[in-house]
């Protein structure tokens, strides 16, 4: 690499992102340094820019993002079964696959998970660990922007395998953003009966049922709870899935699930946040409420090979492609647009 320096968008608190330059990263044993060519928005970004929501992985000021997908550009020569010029993606975390929680097959609570972060921007460096467990080819008829969706399909995969979606479910999804999208376009492939789609946005409702829901219902105009219950005979969803992340659609979920069901409370809410839950419901419904956080590396696998053989096609979710230095536009976007759900920030 002759180049020293890159651009990197650089988050420093609420709203406040600067395009600036950075030494590019030098590479350390086992390491691989790619080229971005792709990242994709993600909620988590939205909340931090939002509301300077930093977990104890994220430390400002720094380089942000985390759903990407390039080309390597350099790697440690010890490496021997990647090369120059490869299209990849990487995870955005690696287990260490020796502590408790890796033991019992928990590899998304690793007690030692590394972290990658630092997506918006020219070049990324791929920790030695992560090159191991979590790096994986990109074939070749598979966009850069639809392989960066690879994260947050993983996350859902790992979500909807922990709910136990089954065969001729009716599941209802609160939230018709990208994650609860992916959710959508997931359950319809495991063959569930129906799928009712709840959101507060007329717009993200329509572009619902383009891409498979069977009902839609905007919580703004009707009472969600009592057209789900219409909608089942008065019983409930089999499966209700959360993907907003607000206590009160948290406690919504439990309002429309059917005796025995499943709640998968999958949006992350504010810090500190809490519901209230009635214990009739868990005693005598006998209604499981769950919580899924982040994926595994086998899930990161499955989900690259249901976008390669468009089993689960992401190519719709991406509503726009924007320059880098667009990030902030991009955002604001986000926020403000009824039709916007992935935005691919190109370098």
Known sequence: MHETSMKAVMLYGVKNLKIEKVPIPRLEQNEVLVKIRAATTCGTDLKI???????????????????????????????????????????????????????????????????????????????????????????????????????????????????????????????????????????????????????????????????????????????????????????????????????????QALRIVRKGGTVLEFGGCPPGSEIRISTDLLHYGEVTVLGTFHTTPIHFRKALQLIASRTVDVKPLITRKMRLEQLQEAFELLTTSKREIKIAIIP
């Not at 080819?137 to 966009?143: E, G, M």
């Not at 392989?147 to 479910?169: I, R, W």
Request: with cysteine; proline share 4%; charged share 25%.
């Open 49 to 251: 820019f939002q509301r300077g929501y930093v977990s104890q992985v994220i430390k400002l000021p720094t380089i942000f993002g985390h759903e990407w997908a390039g080309e390597i550009v350099d790697l440690d020569p010890n490496i021997n079964w990647l090369e120059k010029g490869m299209r990849i993606r990487a995870g955005n975390s690696a287990p260490c696959l020796r502590c408790r929680m890796c033991e019992k097959g928990k590899f998304n609570l690793c007690e030692n998970m590394i972290w990658l972060w630092g997506a918006y921007a020219e070049y990324i460096k791929v920790p030695a660990r992560m090159v191991r467990v979590n790096l994986q080819r990109i074939p070749a008829h598979v966009s850069y922007e639809e392989a960066a969706l690879t994260e947050p399909l993983a996350c859902v995969l790992h979500g909807v395998e922990e709910a136990n979606v089954k065969l001729g479910d009716t599941v209802a999804i609160i939230g018709a953003g990208p994650i609860g999208l992916l959710h959508l376009l997931t359950v319809k492939r495991l063959g569930v009966e129906r799928v009712l789609m709840i959101d507060l946005v007329e717009e993200r409702l329509e572009f619902a049922q383009e891409l498979g829901a069977d009902e839609t219902i905007n919580g703004r105009n009707e009472d969600a709870v009592k057209r789900v219950k219409e909608l089942t005979n008065g019983y409930g969803a089999d499966v209700v899935i959360e993907a907003v992340g607000l206590p009160s659609t948290w406690e």
